[in-house]
């Protein structure tokens, strides 16, 4: 291979396993600085790689494997493929990782009967990973194949309830069978597996406009023990936008004070927003401050913060 066709590739946005496969050293490589490729680049880029392919050897099975993750991962399934036919010696037989990154690939071929094959030995390679249930359910859904799709999202969601894709195929599934029940539906089922994301969706299915509802049916799930930050952040916007501010610095204070949790900051923040909104700005700069203190914050939320602080203050003094 010339270098002086690889030197073209050297902004091009790529896994460590790659570069080392191509021979791009890290003081060549540039597309850790380089915009997302667009189509005609990657389809330029996709026909460099099968020409790699078939001329530079891939020199051992970790490195087969590797390749494989990495060019799913980068949208280049072709190029994924295109090594497992040229190495029939490796086997993915016993790697799950192989086998979950080949049959991603293949689903975005769109060659499913074979997808589903390797999925399943992806699964039965590693029974309590979510994603190959996951991808075999959206194929089973795609093949219009509901009551299989529904089997394998029981199965998923037994490993994690809270999974937004398997949601939102079941709410795909109900609302083809019957739009006037799938939203009762939904929340039956969430409330069944103790779901805070069943019952957010189902919430937004039963009516999207009722802000209310939402903010009720997350209180389930808060109620049923549901703790995790992506919950909590979502249940106190929703009682935000439902305007039941009170209820938001009391969370907190729960969490801080009697259940001894770690506060997200984005929690500081939505209860120094609802104190602001209840004209509280003492209790207000106390959260802000302590959201402050975070470092993963970013400036531009603490500055909004700030400002609409001093501009109650200024506006009542």
């Known amino acids: 291979m010339s270098d002086?066709?690889?030197e073209h590739w050297h902004h091009y946005p790529m896994g460590p396993q790659l570069r080392q496969y191509l021979g791009i050293s890290a003081g060549?490589?540039?597309?850790?600085r380089s915009s997302r490729p667009d189509e005609k680049t990657m389809a330029a880029f996709q026909d460099f790689l099968m020409q790699v392919v078939r001329e530079k050897p891939v020199a051992n099975q970790e490195l087969y494997v590797d390749l494989i993750e990495e060019l799913t991962s980068m949208g280049l399934p072709l190029v994924a493929v295109a090594i497992t036919e040229q190495y029939p010696q490796f086997t993915i037989d016993t790697d799950f990782r192989a086998c979950l990154a080949l049959g991603s690939s293949l689903m975005m071929l769109g060659e499913l009967d074979e997808a589903i094959v390797v999925m399943n030995q992806a699964k039965a390679l590693a029974p309590q990973e979510l994603a190959p249930y996951v991808n075999l359910a959206s194929i089973a859904f795609s093949q219009e194949k509901d009551a299989d799709a529904l089997e394998l999202i029981d199965s998923g969601l037994g490993i994690d309830p809270d999974n937004f894709r398997l949601w939102e195929l079941i709410a795909s599934i109900y609302l083809h069978e019957d739009r006037v029940t799938a939203g009762d539906r939904l929340r039956a089922k969430a409330t069944e597996v103790n779901s805070y994301a069943?019952?957010?969706?189902?919430?937004e299915v039963i009516d999207p406009n009722d802000r209310l509802l939402k903010a009720e049916l997350l209180e389930e799930a808060f109620n049923a023990g549901a703790r995790d930050d992506d919950f909590l952040i979502e249940y106190t916007a929703a009682l935000g936008l439902a305007q039941q501010f009170e209820k938001i610095p009391q969370l907190v204070y729960r969490l801080e004070h009697i259940e001894k949790k770690k506060v997200h900051w984005k929690l500081y923040a939505h209860a120094a927003q609802a104190f602001l909104a209840l004209n509280k700005e003492a209790e207000a700069a106390t959260l802000i401050s302590k959201a402050s203190r975070s470092p993963d914050i970013p400036a531009?939320?603490?500055?909004d913060l700030q400002s609409v602080y001093d501009e109650q203050m200024q506006a009542h003094h």
Do not use: F, I, W
């Open 28 to 32: 060549e490589y540039t597309g850790d």
């Open 198 to 203: 069943g019952l957010s969706l189902a919430a």
């Open 300 to 303: 531009n939320v603490l500055q």
């Open 4 to 6: 002086a066709r690889l």
